[in-house]
């Protein structure tokens, strides 16, 4: 914030965009680098999603979600549900956003423990160097000092492992779910997991009757190349939790998608409710955006085309930074792209600097440190997608010369 607020700093306004492009104040275009901060999927002022809202919101603009509910959430309700067949995914409860997604999950798993007779079942697994949200629950559930540090000890029980292998080092009769971001870990630096990683871990879960919770707040929605990351290893959790790409980046809206055999619990009585909720849980204007962003991905055709775009990020990374000195390693996961690079002489934060560089070759994104982050928005085309590597690769050019 002293950064921020230092008398010589110019913020950056933005006051329009289109499609992949945004617009500041003073009239300068960027390339939209990291899809506003991993949230937008089918560009800025989309028609169809623009629409959706206005025609919403002339209707209807806010229903209470405690003891009412209205048509687009029960119709999105279906929609997700139906995005994964036969899953056993036939419950939604709605939040705010990706934090509120996780918290919703944990607390109703350690309620169902509690409600089936195993109140004893109240500790969390996660992973070392995971993030899962900023509130005092779902924090707990991270792994990253930055944000944990000082609120160590606050929120949920949970023990972090650093892979797979250390499962065999945890009493699971303690374990009410384990936590992950499937594939990809996103604020830990865009760090994959090994492939088959994910299928080994709910087949732990499955043996020890461990709930699966799966944190595809950043991943969801056509991120790593299908709809949801599980997906590529065919793998179904007991909690699937959404947010960011779920309204195409338009509205602050989360999904927590369970079983029956969770919901089912709950249905005791008063002493059984599920006592959670917030003042703009379902929102209809929020559904309705969400509603017609999954339209889009079909009458777009938008999972088809993202094969041709992921190769040409993959050839764009590789052609601009794989053989450069201060490369350490590029990760890619589908549209999800991290080139992790040397530290430059004089630079407190190198990939703050190449970032705000690169912002001079018309390109807006964000490090995690000194891992360069490119998640271009879905609709990209492969020449939009070639600028944003090259002005990436320019910014990091200008700071390493000085």
């Known amino acids: 914030m002293a950064d921020w607020c230092a008398p010589d700093h110019e913020p950056l306004v933005l006051v329009g965009g289109r499609g992949a492009h945004l617009i500041d104040s ?39 979600a405690l003891g009412f509910t209205n048509a687009p ?40 423990r509690q409600l089936v007779g195993e109140p004893q ?59 992950i971001e499937p594939l990809i870990q996103g604020a830990a630096g865009m760090r994959d997991w090994p492939s088959g990683m994910l299928t080994e ?26 709809m949801f990351a599980c997906q590529h290893e065919g793998v179904v959790p007991d909690f699937l939790c959404l947010a960011k790409g779920l309204t195409g980046g338009y509205l602050p809206l989360a999904a927590t998608l369970t079983s029956d055999r969770v919901f089912s619990a709950f249905l ?3 002493d059984e409710t599920f006592f959670y909720g917030h003042s703009y849980c379902a929102n209809p204007i929020g559904c309705a955006a969400a509603l017609a962003s999954l ?8 999972l088809e085309g993202l094969p041709a775009k992921i190769t040409r990020l993959e050839r ?12 350490r390693e590029i990760r890619q996961v589908g549209m999800i792209a991290g080139i992790e690079i040397d530290p430059i002489e004089g630079l407190a934060f190198t990939g703050a600097e190449v970032c705000l560089a690169a912002r001079r070759h018309g390109l807006l994104t964000r490090p995690v440190r000194d891992t360069l982050v490119l998640m271009p928005p879905l609709c ?23």
């Open 26 to 64: 003073d009239g300068r275009e960027y390339l939209d680098g990291n899809s506003s901060i991993w949230t937008n999927i089918h560009g800025h002022r989309h028609p169809r999603i623009t629409a959706a809202i206005q025609a919403q919101a002339a209707e209807l603009a806010h229903c209470s």
């Open 73 to 112: 959430a029960a119709q999105l309700g279906e929609r997700l549900c139906g995005l994964l067949p036969d899953s056993g995914l036939s419950r939604v409860f709605y939040s705010d956003n990706g934090s509120t997604s996780i918290e919703c999950a944990c607390k109703m798993a350690i309620q169902y």
């Open 121 to 179: 079942r109240q500790r969390f697994l996660c992973f070392e160097r995971a993030y899962h949200g900023d509130t005092a629950g779902a924090g707990s559930l991270g792994a990253i000092p930055a944000f944990k540090g000082r609120f160590h000890g606050m929120g949920f029980d949970a023990v972090a492992i650093p892979d797979i292998d250390a499962l065999s080092t945890v009493d699971p009769t303690e374990i009410t779910a384990v936590c």
């Open 201 to 226: 871990l709910r087949a732990w879960c499955d043996e020890h009757d461990v709930f699966l919770i799966l944190d595809e707040v950043m991943t969801g929605f056509g991120r790593t190349g299908q």
């Open 268 to 270: 005791g009585g008063y």
């Open 295 to 302: 339209d889009v991905f079909q009458e777009e055709a938008v």
């Open 316 to 327: 764009a990374l590789a052609e601009h930074f794989g053989s450069r000195e201060q490369t």
């Open 380 to 402: 990209s085309t492969e020449s939009e997608i070639e600028q944003m590597a090259a002005a990436l690769a320019a910014g990091l050019d200008d700071c390493a010369s000085g």
